[in-house]
């Protein structure tokens, strides 16, 4: 599961100005406000070079290698950034970091949609129409009220569509029962 990685975002380095030539820092991942990880990058005009420690059964070793990147126009001007992944080639915007930072495809890891059940992808989708309603998550958890601002119309039109979402839930939870 890509989750379970640490991802190395280019647009996210783009809007830090960590892709700016010349630029050096430090990157880090936090879990539960405690830092858990930190890599160095180095930017020039056409690549990143990451340094860091990774350990692994015990040993560690120091990785420093250069991702390149590559850019493609946009509409309206200005480029988009893309990494090239270090160890296919493709073009994309997030690589994942287990030893080395790889795209998804090389790591062969899916989205958690991917493998969610039909009832899962129903609690989903009902916990986010919950959150759009201000609601505490959870289908048991019961309906709260309009939040203010909202139009009528839409909150009658949400509610009709979280009904349908529970109701799909419960059909797809009896279903895995069989």
Known sequence: MTAHYRRLDVRALHRAGALSTGWRGGWCWYRRGAKVAEINIEASEASIR???????????????????????????????????????????????????????????????????????????????????????????NGEGGKPKGMHWRTFWRLRAEHERRVAGCFVQLRADMR
């Not at 950034?81 to 890891?109: D, E």
């Open 50 to 140: 990451l340094r860091y420690t990774a350990t692994s059964n015990g040993e560690r070793k120091d990785y420093d290698y250069p991702v390149m990147l590559t850019r493609t126009g946009c509409n309206y001007g200005g480029a988009r950034p893309w990494f090239l992944c270090p160890c296919c080639g493709r073009r994309v915007a997030i690589l994942y970091g287990g030893a080395a930072f790889a795209c998804r495809r090389c790591y062969r890891l899916a989205y958690e949609v991917q493998s969610e059940t039909d009832a899962d992808r129903a609690i989903r989708r009902a916990d986010a129409i919950r959150a759009r309603l201000g609601w505490e998550p959870g289908i048991l």
